[in-house]
């Protein structure tokens, strides 16, 4: 079981560096979580790059239906963010010793309650997790 952060999601459904390692890893996953806040950041993404030029506001629109017909046909495993992914990712923020955001924090809680391989592109949430000694793995092109 893996747990995958915005930063796969993106690579999945976009073109870039780390598509085909994206599309490789999940093929290759015999069950895929996805969080609520993956799934929104997810749509903050293409939000942006439609705003920037990047992306047109039809292919945002395909893009986000083709995410939501995966998330609806069971591609991915939805995982709502109860009280305990917020207690555990304060705890890992109020250790002080890591560059903790919110986000990665409840990313790594998730991940680490789900006890699901976290599947990132983030070096330094891959950073962070290792520290936490949660199980990662970090897509990068050589």
Known sequence: MIYLDTS???????????????????LTASSVIVSELAQTEFVAALSLRQRIGDLSLVDV?????????????????????????YRQAHT???????????????????AALEQALLVTADQQLARNAQTLAIDVELLATL
């Open 61 to 85: 629109m395909q893009v986000t239906a083709l995410f939501t017909n995966h998330l609806a046909s069971g591609l991915y495993v939805p995982l709502h963010l109860d009280s305990a992914v």
């Open 92 to 110: 890992y923020i109020v250790r002080y010793d890591l560059p903790l955001k919110a986000p990665d924090a409840l990313h790594l809680a998730a």
């Open 8 to 26: 796969v999601l993106v690579a999945y459904y976009l073109p870039e560096a780390l598509s085909t390692l994206a599309q490789q890893r999940l």
